[in-house]
């Protein structure tokens, strides 16, 4: 092998890597799952904690506890709508009722910004940085541990909460018969 021949084998290759080049990477589901979990599947049962919380007496002991567990929880989907996108455009409100409305949507709108065909691709080595990817699914998981921390603590306050969250899970799509089968 001459030197020439050497020379045009590593310039056919370029060295450098490229965003849309790189693999997806197996660990980080699409996006669209991520803001269909946000929006469809955590959205409905943030409402329904709510709702208990909401039904809590207001001399409860237990109320003020379970206020500071929603402004975290508020807290952690502000942090998964920072990681996506790093704009806000105003405050959120003050209510914690008002507040958890806002941050799911202002989560939802920045997860509808970010381009899916290159989330979850690992960044060029050369760039020495981290995908925005991985720093998003976390504060998914945040948001989710988050939740059943809240779960948790409504149980002792609202008996039947457990159904309520568990409502949609199983929907027939046909109904039994009502002539027993045997």
């Given amino acids: 092998m001459s030197l020439t021949e050497a020379t045009e084998r590593t310039a ?19 996006l669209e799952w991520i803001a269909r979990k946000l929006d469809a599947d955590l959205r409905p049962r943030i409402e329904t904690l709510y709702g208990a919380f ?28 920072d990681s996506a996108r790093h704009s806000r455009t105003n405050h ?11 941050s799911l ?3 939802v709108s920045n997860l509808d910004t970010v381009d899916p065909n290159l989330f979850g691709r690992r960044y060029p080595m050369q760039t020495h940085e981290r995908s925005k990817a991985e720093p998003l699914v976390g504060c998914l998981v945040a948001v ?6 809240i779960a948790r603590g409504l149980r002792e306050v609202d008996a039947g909460l457990d159904e309520q969250l568990l409502a949609g899970l199983v929907v027939l799509h046909e109904p039994l018969r009502r002539e027993p089968i045997a």
């Fill in 12 to 30: 056919a290759k370029p060295l450098l890597e490229t965003w849309e080049s790189n693999e997806r990477m197996r660990h980080i589901p699409p």
């Fill in 54 to 81: 909401a039904s809590m007496p207001g001399d409860d002991p237990r109320r003020p506890a379970t206020e500071e567990q929603f402004r975290v929880l508020c807290k952690a989907i502000d942090r998964l709508a």
């Fill in 92 to 102: 959120a409100p003050a209510p914690i009722g008002d507040r958890l409305r806002w």
């Fill in 105 to 107: 949507q202002h989560a």
């Fill in 144 to 149: 989710i541990c988050q939740i059943e921390r």
